[in-house]
């Protein structure tokens, strides 16, 4: 249901109900993972996508998530998108997990490329280690 209906308030639901779920100590398996990742990259529904970042942020951070954070970051048209998975790095460090070169890397030329001076703001105050 999260990639396959064409309602989108059906989609933000399934999304909700992992969320809820993850609550409880419930641990999904790749192939949920799998599918919050493709809503989060290709859903044309902010809300979905808004929904499909909030469940990920509760997954262990790995690779995955990393790549699609920076995905996220580099690709998606919507501000608050981009600023959620900006709060989202920005919370892995402050839970003492070290940004990779990769994240750096993306966190710079997103100071340098961003055309909104907020999440340009917010990438250099990352960088620079200072709260945001």
Known sequence: ????????GMRIQTVNKFSERMESD???DADVKRAIITSLK???NVGVRRS??????????????RDVLLFVLSNDQNSG????AINALAELKLEGIALDNTVKRQLNKKVKEEPNLFIK????SLLKGEDI
């Open 1 to 8: 249901l999260i990639t396959k209906s064409e309602n989108p």
């Open 26 to 28: 419930f641990v999904p």
């Open 52 to 65: 499909a970042l909030e469940v990920l942020t509760k997954y262990k951070y790995d690779e995955d998530i």
């Open 121 to 124: 703001n917010l990438a250099e």
């Open 42 to 44: 290709k859903d044309e």
């Open 81 to 84: 998108i981009r600023i959620a």
